[in-house]
């Protein structure tokens, strides 16, 4: 008698029966401790996407880039659409001008309809335009600014100041026109500090 033969066949016998065991177990446990999963949806406000060091661009007819919105992190919910941003920076270009510095938004969260059409940026808001030739330095700071990136226009009701150096406006309630013709204007209790030359 082969005994190795034997002793083969037994090892593969035992393989065969624990394998089978496996199945079984496997299973017994996914039908009977969790239950058929088939019918389970996803909680109603739930994230489906997300993304970490975010970026999206805008252009406009002919290609030239309007817009972009940077992000350390968003979260996308499935129920409403809206995104949640973490660390938002906006920057409106100025594709008719593009001598003209870009305006560079900031602000530490905020959420984006599902349109894409209203940005509404929460908490303290920074917005920086540089200096150029024919054009001065601008730097304002507001909070819970409503933007319509694609009007290139903001509003908010809350206290804000326009500091162009080295004058300083500051009152309650902003709205701004980033695109030609600029303009940017405090809607009440306006106070200015001008230095004269």
Known sequence: M???RVSNLKIYSLALILAGASWWLAEIFRFDFFGDQSGIDAPKHSVDYFSTGYLRKDMNEQGVLKSELKAKGILHYSDDGITHIDKATLTLYNPDTPSIP???????????????KNL?????????????EGVKQVNILTSNLHVLP???YAESSE???IVMPPNRIEGTGIEITFKRP???KLLSNVKSRYVPH
């Open 120 to 132: 509404f940026l929460n908490g303290k808001v920074s917005i920086d335009r540089a200096a150029a």
């Open 182 to 184: 600029i303009y940017v």
């Open 2 to 4: 082969n005994y190795s």
């Open 102 to 116: 870009p305006w560079i938004v900031n602000a530490e969260k905020g959420t984006l309809s599902k349109d894409g």
């Open 150 to 152: 694609k009007l290139n």
């Open 159 to 161: 206290w804000s100041q």
